[in-house]
Every structure is written in structure tokens, then in C-alpha cells.
């Protein structure tokens, strides 16, 4: 088990790209944690108003804002999956290279599980942007005419 310095740098060169792919994955958690903090905070800001008083618009609103933040727990939770398999794709890389046993399958496997991960995040992130818009369509005011002065 020698490893030479080329052999580290052939080892980083592999490990680039899904540490790419990586990057991409904690920029989307950020967002889905960011979604997940506003729809929390607009529950607690509607359950202490019912707290007050009792509003069927409020309700519905929260059942909706649950809706939401069961689909982002979700989107969360594959999206640090796919993390996880990414950083275990890194460490592989480095260990059947320097140890000489072979894990491409093990690699490739995880890789694309972790693609597999990143979609599903991302569907579940797009289901939960499809209701909040449906949602804030269906709870909009409308406008009435301006009377006119006849």
C-alpha cells in the first residue's frame, strides 16, 4: 500500500465532480430549509390568531401550510440522503484506490442512488410549490367594481 503523490491526484481528480454535485445539494437544502422555516412561522403566526378567535379562513390555511411542510420534510429528507450517498461515492473513491479493492459497483450504485435521492427532493419540492401557488390563487380577494355615480 504505497501510495504515490500521482495517485492522490488521480484520486482527487475522480472526487471533483460529485464533490460538484454536492455543492448543488446543499444549495437546494438551503432553499428547502428556508420553505420550511416561512411555513413554520406563518403556522404559529395563524395558530396564536386562532387562539384569539375562531376563522375558517385560518384553518384551511393551516391545513394547507401542513400539507406543505410534510412534502418539504420529505424533499429535505431525500435531499440529505442524496448528501450522505455522495460523501459515501467520495470516501469510496479514495479507499478502493488506495487499497486496491475493487468497488465500482458499490460507487456506481451509490451514485445513482443518490441522483435517484436528488430527483425525488426535487419532486417533492415542486409538488409543494404547486400548492402553495394553488393556495395562494384560491385565498386571494377580489376585487370589487368601483361603484359609479350615476
Do not use: W
Not at 461515492?89 to 445513482?112: M, N, P, R
Amino acid at each position: 500500500m504505497n501510495i504515490q503523490l500521482g495517485d492522490i491526484g488521480h484520486i482527487i481528480q475522480l472526487a471533483i465532480a460529485p464533490v460538484f454535485l454536492l455543492n448543488g445539494v446543499c444549495t437546494a437544502l438551503m432553499v428547502l430549509i428556508n420553505r420550511l422555516a416561512r411555513i413554520i412561522d406563518r403556522s404559529r403566526v395563524l395558530e396564536d390568531r386562532l387562539d384569539v378567535a375562531y376563522n375558517d379562513n385560518y384553518l384551511t390555511e393551516l391545513d394547507v401550510l401542513y400539507r406543505r411542510s410534510h412534502l418539504i420534510n420529505y424533499a429535505i429528507t431525500l435531499a440529505t440522503a442524496c448528501g450522505l450517498f455522495v460523501c459515501l461515492v467520495i470516501a469510496l473513491l479514495f479507499i478502493g484506490d488506495t487499497t486496491e479493492v475493487t468497488l465500482d459497483k458499490y460507487i456506481a450504485g451509490l451514485f445513482v442512488a443518490s441522483v435517484i435521492s436528488l430527483i425525488g427532493s426535487f419532486g417533492f419540492l415542486l409538488r409543494e410549490i404547486f400548492i402553495a401557488s394553488a393556495a395562494m390563487r384560491a385565498m386571494r380577494h377580489v376585487r370589487l367594481s368601483p361603484k359609479t355615480n350615476e
